[in-house]
């Protein structure tokens, strides 16, 4: 039972480049999450799928797109990286069912990445 | 809309004493209310939540909190401190009637615990 992964641990790129950080849970789980983390802003909410076959924007989205795969993945594209982007990326999953309520998130070990 | 403060940036604990990590929050309903602990390099894990029932509940490692709805405050405690539980601690709030899957997270609080 691996819980969250996260791939890649690390990415480096320019201005204007993409990519998909790719996602994966084993626990069963509806709800998933896309976090960013960035010194003295706790984690921000980027988007979040309550459920497979919906997604929701969170409090940061723009820049950002992102896909619920199947009900074990989530991806999170950035189509033309800015260094305002860079930070470290966090997955997180919960069991929280259709309807929102008190579950606690799993996250995964993270992504960091750089933004020249 | 739901908020979540924690006022200190910083905490500095010997070793054996108890210590406290102050949370405060705001939501237009009732709230759900949760703590996590990050290590370096790692992402967060879950400590302790409080949903409905007793104001004082109790999580992994030793640690619990308690819920004072008056003060709007969940302050996480735990009655001796040891080295290893120098991290990086998180509350986070999600309103229960509003707030659906939107959880706010804490800035955080960084605590150091001295031998």
Request: with cysteine; hydrophobic share 30%.
């Amino acid at each position: 039972n691996a819980g969250v992964t996260q791939t890649p641990k690390f990415q480096v790129l320019k201005t204007g480049q993409s990519m998909t950080l790719q996602c994966a849970q084993d626990m069963n789980h509806n709800s998933m999450y896309w976090y960013r983390q960035d010194p003295g802003m706790g984690l921000r909410l980027i988007y979040y799928s309550a459920s497979e076959g919906t997604t929701d924007k969170g409090e940061v989205p723009n820049g950002y797109n992102v896909s619920r795969l199947n009900k074990r993945e989530f991806s999170l594209r950035l189509e033309s990286a800015a260094p305002s982007q860079t930070s470290v990326y966090f997955c997180a999953s919960s069991g929280l069912g259709t309807s929102g309520g008190g579950g606690e998130q799993y996250f995964g070990p993270g992504t960091r990445l750089t933004v020249t | 809309a739901q908020s979540v403060a924690q006022p200190e940036d910083q905490v500095n604990v010997a070793e054996g004493n108890p210590l406290t990590v102050k949370c405060t929050y705001s939501v237009s309903g009732n709230p759900y209310l949760f703590w996590y602990v990050q290590y370096p390099n790692r992402g967060l894990q879950f400590l302790l939540k409080y949903i409905t029932g007793d104001n004082l509940v109790k999580g992994s490692y030793g640690f619990e909190a308690e819920f004072n709805k008056s003060q709007t405050s969940f302050h996480l405690k735990k009655p001796s401190a040891l080295v290893s539980d120098s991290a990086l601690y998180f509350c986070a709030v999600r309103d229960s009637h509003t707030g659906g899957f939107k959880t706010i997270f804490g800035a955080g609080t960084r605590l150091f615990v001295k031998a």
